[in-house]
């Protein structure tokens, strides 16, 4: 029985030692870049209601990742809001993810900032990485902009000043697609 387990243990070992690649590489084979397909998730918002990115074909969505100890993604949440609330009732869909862990940002933290602000976009906390991994997120702030194709029409990685005039010309020239 004994050298049952052991050659059971030494191939699980084995298995785990198999060259998988750069580190850096993601579990994913989509290569994210404008003019690329989006990656569908399922995932439940902040309110427990379920998100499937594929049910919201045929809108323009804006994936925005972000930090709560970032202040620039903080400002950013409230220009990306105003575009959510003039664009929404045209098809435009802003969808914030917060890349904290319990241990970087309790959830407490982060519904106080969400209410404080009176925030109206579809809000998801992505504590285990997964929709980050699967966009292949390096740093907060990032942003993926889907036309209603499903396709990634703008990447934006590194701040930005969602308030701008071109921003909002960007998703305009989408919505009339």
């Given at each position: 029985m004994k050298k049952i387990f052991l050659f059971i243990a030494a191939l699980l070992f084995l298995a785990g030692c198999k060259d998988t690649g750069s580190n850096n590489e993601s579990k994913f084979a989509v290569n994210i870049e404008a003019g690329g397909p989006s990656v569908d998730f399922l995932y439940r918002d902040m309110?427990?209601?379920p998100f499937r990115l594929s049910e919201y074909k045929g809108k323009v969505v804006l994936?925005?990742?972000?930090r709560m100890k970032c202040t620039d993604c903080q400002n950013e949440l409230k220009a990306i809001d105003a575009l959510h609330r003039k664009y929404r009732d045209r098809g435009?869909?802003?969808v914030s993810i917060g890349a904290d862990s319990m241990h970087s940002a309790p959830l407490n933290?982060?519904?106080e900032f969400f209410d404080r602000e009176g925030f109206t976009f579809v809000k998801i906390r992505d504590e285990d990485g997964f929709v980050a991994e699967a966009y292949q997120v390096?740093?907060?702030p990032e942003a993926y902009l889907i036309d209603k194709e499903g396709k990634i029409a703008h990447v934006q990685k590194g701040t930005?000043?969602?308030a701008?005039?071109?921003k909002a010309e960007l998703i305009e020239k989408l919505l009339s697609k």
């Open positions: 309110d427990n209601k994936l925005y990742f972000w435009f869909l802003a933290k982060v519904v390096m740093r907060a930005a000043d969602w701008a005039p071109d």
